[in-house]
């Protein structure tokens, strides 16, 4: 099977891990050290075109985060970080974090973010230490993972959520077992509890059904029914 399209990477997307195209000649994507939270790349040359919402100071983590060192950026990256993904039909775009129980919901058409907090509201407890001539932020290993897939589509975003921690991943290969259903501007409507443990989900309104990616030993599809109220 041949692409449709291709193109090679310029220099200047190497720090760009996740994408989605926003256009036809830019990408829309998370990038390992920067002051926002977004960037927009040129597919062309590279060069950043755009930041969307810059990287706001977390309370009382003063004695934790020095917020005048240069690699402050890169420390509030991996605090926020998880699953990135986009709807280019109808300019939406989320990131699903997986320390913080956190959505950012992106609106392409009018650049504006909507915050979703929990359904925990505290942080994750870490700590930053030294790493060679740089520094790094070190999780507790009891930290209970947040969010663990997310799926967009012409009316819902639906939010993958997990709350284990990896002791609790290793026995017993629970991943994730709820679903969150949010309109498009962060409203919770909906939540599915699932009866089996997965850690990837798509959603296909024409078949009215949920697929996932099982954790179990001899992982396999899960199907789940897409309950009527949301078709």
Avoid: C
Avoid at 59 to 71: A, E
Avoid at 123 to 137: C, D, M
């Amino acid at each position: 099977m041949l692409g449709i399209d291709q193109y090679k990477q310029p220099e200047g997307m190497y720090e760009v891990y996740n994408m989605f195209h926003a256009t036809n000649s830019t990408i829309l994507g998370l990038k390992s050290i920067d002051e926002n939270r977004l960037v927009e790349i040129s597919l062309k040359d590279g060069e950043k075109l755009a930041g969307y919402g810059n990287w706001e100071k977390i309370p009382d983590t003063d004695h934790l985060i020095n917020y005048t060192d240069p690699i402050v950026n890169y420390h509030l990256g991996e605090i926020n970080k998880g699953w990135f993904r986009g709807n280019r039909e109808v300019g939406l775009f989320v990131k699903a974090s997986i320390y913080r129980d956190r959505l950012e919901i992106f609106d392409y058409n009018d650049k504006e973010f909507t915050i979703v907090e929990g359904p925990r509201l505290e942080l994750p407890k870490f700590e930053i230490v030294p790493s060679g001539a740089n520094s790094v932020v070190i999780f507790d290993i009891q930290n209970k993972y947040g969010h663990r897939d997310v799926y967009i589509d012409d009316k819902y975003i639906y939010d993958l959520y997990g709350g284990f921690n990896e002791e609790e991943i290793q026995k017993t290969n629970e991943v994730a077992k709820t679903i969150y259903i949010l309109t498009h501007s962060g409203d919770v409507v909906g939540k599915l509890n699932l009866d089996i443990s997965i850690r990837g989900m798509v959603v296909d309104l024409d078949l009215k059904k949920i697929f996932g990616i099982t954790t179990d030993e001899d992982p396999g599809i899960a199907v789940f029914d897409l309950p009527s109220e949301f078709l």
